[in-house]
């Protein structure tokens, strides 16, 4: 069996739909059948408008797919990028995951691998707790987290995350980065061909 990967994002600026565009490209060349998909904007028309960079970005990203229950359930592997909000998920990739109860339910989450990626505007701004909390969620799920530990000297180089690539606002993409980021998605899709 493939692997097939989902990979959502939410973004609100730009940098999280950057990070699953660099996954997604390793992730294919790893073999992997590859859906970019962004969770639906929960935030009122008339906020994203206000705001230059955010109705920007909507704007740039308006042709990606949005990601339904139907794609988890044919995806068998998960990569899931969103900021961080107070140290844990923007409510929007939360807020998607709350509208998954019916897979859920049928078992259509569970024994498939996941891994996660996090920003946030400052080094410290909660990007850990992030990960680790949704962590939680794909145990409920009864999912295998594929977290990147320290298995390749990118991880290092990038900034010593083991628990899923974080990103700092303003920081370039870096060679070394965008190093960490593929390592991740190709560890997820070597795993997720394991459980496959």
Known sequence: MSVRLAILYYSTYGTNHRMAEIAAEAARAAGAEVRLLKVPETAPAEIVASQEAWKAQAERTAQVPQATPADMEWANAYLISAPTRFGIMASQMRAFIDTLGGVWAKGG?????VSAMSSAQNAHGGQETTLLSFYATVMHWGGIVVAPGFTDPAIFQAGGNPYGYSHTQG????????AAIAHQARRLV???AKLA
């Open 171 to 178: 920081q370039e993409f870096t060679e070394e980065r965008q």
């Open 190 to 192: 070597q795993m997720a």
């Open 109 to 113: 989450l569970a024994n498939k691998a």
